[in-house]
């Protein structure tokens, strides 16, 4: 009882009975008024007829006319005077007309009833128009028709409609079934994908062609799998990842610290340079430890930002600054290019310098010879940066994945190079908390090209 099925084609069949009854019973009030309708205009005009054409009700032959005309139009008449007294019949014992109804005669006003027979107990509708002569009042002559004329059409079409309402109702019962499993069967086929992906299958993906709602919900589904299954990928590379990156700055740590302490070099000369080296690696941790912390707080939104208008040109050049002694002893040249009246962006200043610090720091990194090449311009509300570099570039298959934690393109040229891995994920984003973008292009051994993009402060507006 707690299939879809059942419970989907029991709510539509409820539905169609609740149209269908009601719609029924409308239907054959509606047949059944038509035919009694019809019957009673026609022995209203019958009866208004005759009763023009009697003159005297001592004329015999006129009344044994009148039952011929009755036993030809298979309807019965019934004549009475102006008391009531029955003058003719057609072998019908009906009773008495009222007063009210004799009176309402008398007025020249037509009377519609329902006769019963006395004997035979059938029922008849019967119309009745008063008999005047020289304007005066002298009987009624009422024309019957027996109410089986009109319940044998009403029955047959009530038959009609029932045999209808039944074949109607068994094609409702193959299209709801039809319906029904239709809809259900996908919500069966997402329902143990689902199970399957809570069990750790993850690979699992269900078909539904349809383009509504199951369709959008099959779609979610899948890339619910397919991003908990690149979320499962990526925490293991960084689980992966973050135990090489501490376990090798460690590794020369202890041991450089074991030849130290043993005693185990030939020259203060070489001690120093055991210490240096040891002072190198925990400076490297420190550093990979301080991007991860940044790098949580930004993920989980509690990093404190101190937005204000800001001139990009001032950041940037303090950063080109920094950079310029790097530069400078790998013989790498700078070109800068900035355009005159840069409007300020809303940003926090130390954050916007990391940002920039970190993308120069990448450029010298990467390239051996050549140059480094910054422009800065407004336009169309929006401050853009480009830092474009000579290096080696970045295959294009890698490009999609640079902003991940601890993705290298070459990961032993990158730690020998002394990167971390989180440097452009931090960059990221510190652009995004601040209300930019970031994107790049890149060309294996030609070089690579960072843009920057920030919104003018309010306001410059």
């Given at each position: 009882?707690?299939?879809?099925?059942?419970?989907?084609?029991?709510?539509?069949?409820?539905?169609?009975?609740?149209?269908?009854?009601?719609?029924?019973?409308?239907?054959?009030?509606?047949?059944?008024?038509?035919?009694?309708?019809?019957?009673g205009t026609e022995i209203d005009d019958l009866s208004k007829k005759y009763a023009r054409t009697i003159t005297s009700f001592d004329d015999e032959q006129i009344l044994n006319m009148f039952k011929t005309l009755a036993d030809l139009t298979n309807k019965d008449i019934y004549i009475v005077d102006s008391n009531g007294s029955v003058i003719a019949k057609t072998g019908i014992r009906v009773?008495?007309?009222?007063?009210?109804?004799?009176?309402?005669?008398?007025?020249?006003?037509?009377?519609?009833?329902?006769?019963?027979?006395?004997?035979?107990?059938?029922?008849?509708?019967?119309?009745?128009?008063?008999?005047?002569?020289?304007?005066?009042?002298?009987?009624?002559?009422?024309?019957?028709?027996?109410?089986?004329?009109?319940?044998?059409?009403?029955?047959?079409?009530?038959?009609?409609?029932?045999?209808?309402?039944?074949?109607?109702?068994?094609?409702?019962?193959?299209?709801?079934?039809?319906?029904?499993?239709?809809?259900?069967?996908?919500?069966?086929?997402?329902e143990q994908a689902t199970r399957q992906i809570a069990k750790g299958n993850l690979d699992i993906r269900v078909n539904i062609p349809s383009r509504d709602e199951l369709g959008s919900l099959g779609k979610a589904i899948n890339d619910l799998a397919f991003e908990t299954n690149r979320y499962r990928t990526n925490r293991k590379e960084f689980f992966a990842n973050i135990s090489h990156e501490?376990?090798?700055?460690?590794?020369?740590?202890?041991?450089?610290?074991?030849?130290?302490?043993?005693?185990?070099?030939?020259?203060?000369?070489?001690?120093?340079?055991?210490?240096?080296?040891?002072?190198?690696?925990?400076?490297?941790?420190?550093?990979?430890?301080?991007?991860?912390?940044?790098?949580?707080?930004?993920?989980?939104?509690?990093?404190?930002?101190?937005?204000?208008?800001?001139?990009?040109?001032?950041?940037?050049?303090?950063?080109?600054?920094?950079?310029?002694?790097?530069?400078?002893?790998?013989?790498?040249?700078?070109?800068?290019?900035?355009?005159?009246?840069?409007?300020?962006?809303?940003?926090?200043?130390?954050?916007?310098?990391?940002?920039?610090?970190?993308?120069?720091?990448?450029?010298?990194?990467?390239?051996?010879?050549?140059?480094?090449?910054?422009?800065?311009?407004?336009?169309?509300?929006?401050?853009?940066?480009?830092?474009?570099?000579?290096?080696?570039?970045?295959?294009?298959?890698?490009?999609?994945?640079?902003?991940?934690?601890?993705?290298?393109?070459?990961?032993?040229?990158?730690?020998?190079?002394?990167?971390?891995?989180?440097?452009?994920?931090?960059?990221?984003?510190?652009?995004?908390?601040?209300?930019?973008?970031?994107?790049?292009?890149?060309?294996?051994?030609?070089?690579?090209?960072?843009?920057?993009?920030?919104?003018?402060?309010?306001?410059?507006?």
């Amino acid at each position: 009882m707690n299939k879809i099925v059942l419970k989907l084609g029991g709510t539509i069949m409820v539905l169609f009975l609740v149209v269908l009854l009601p719609l029924g019973y409308v239907a054959n009030q509606i047949f059944t008024s038509f035919y009694y309708n019809q019957v009673g205009t026609e022995i209203d005009d019958l009866s208004k007829k005759y009763a023009r054409t009697i003159t005297s009700f001592d004329d015999e032959q006129i009344l044994n006319m009148f039952k011929t005309l009755a036993d030809l139009t298979n309807k019965d008449i019934y004549i009475v005077d102006s008391n009531g007294s029955v003058i003719a019949k057609t072998g019908i014992r009906v009773g008495d007309i009222s007063e009210e109804e004799m009176k309402q005669l008398s007025q020249g006003q037509p009377v519609r009833k329902k006769f019963m027979d006395v004997e035979t107990e059938s029922s008849y509708l019967g119309s009745g128009y008063p008999i005047t002569q020289q304007d005066s009042f002298i009987g009624a002559f009422f024309v019957l028709a027996s109410t089986n004329d009109v319940i044998k059409p009403v029955e047959k079409v009530r038959d009609l409609l029932i045999l209808s309402a039944v074949g109607a109702l068994f094609l409702a019962l193959g299209l709801t079934f039809i319906l029904s499993k239709k809809m259900s069967d996908p919500l069966l086929e997402m329902e143990q994908a689902t199970r399957q992906i809570a069990k750790g299958n993850l690979d699992i993906r269900v078909n539904i062609p349809s383009r509504d709602e199951l369709g959008s919900l099959g779609k979610a589904i899948n890339d619910l799998a397919f991003e908990t299954n690149r979320y499962r990928t990526n925490r293991k590379e960084f689980f992966a990842n973050i135990s090489h990156e501490l376990r090798t700055p460690i590794s020369y740590m202890k041991g450089y610290a074991q030849v130290l302490k043993q005693g185990l070099y030939k020259t203060e000369a070489e001690r120093v340079q055991y210490l240096s080296i040891i002072e190198d690696e925990t400076e490297r941790m420190v550093r990979l430890i301080d991007d991860l912390f940044d790098l949580s707080k930004m993920e989980e939104g509690k990093i404190d930002l101190h937005m204000a208008p800001t001139d990009l040109t001032e950041v940037l050049e303090a950063a080109l600054l920094t950079i310029k002694i790097d530069m400078q002893t790998k013989g790498l040249d700078l070109n800068t290019y900035i355009q005159k009246e840069i409007p300020y962006i809303e940003a926090d200043g130390l954050r916007l310098q990391q940002v920039l610090m970190n993308l120069l720091g990448n450029a010298v990194r990467y390239t051996e010879s050549g140059t480094i090449d910054v422009r800065v311009w407004y336009e169309k509300g929006q401050v853009h940066v480009e830092i474009k570099d000579t290096g080696i570039g970045i295959p294009e298959k890698e490009l999609p994945f640079i902003f991940e934690r601890f993705h290298r393109v070459d990961k032993s040229r990158s730690r020998e190079l002394g990167g971390t891995g989180l440097g452009l994920a931090i960059v990221k984003n510190l652009v995004e908390l601040q209300n930019g973008t970031i994107t790049v292009t890149s060309n294996v051994n030609k070089g690579t090209t960072f843009y920057l993009h920030f919104p003018v402060s309010e306001e410059d507006l």
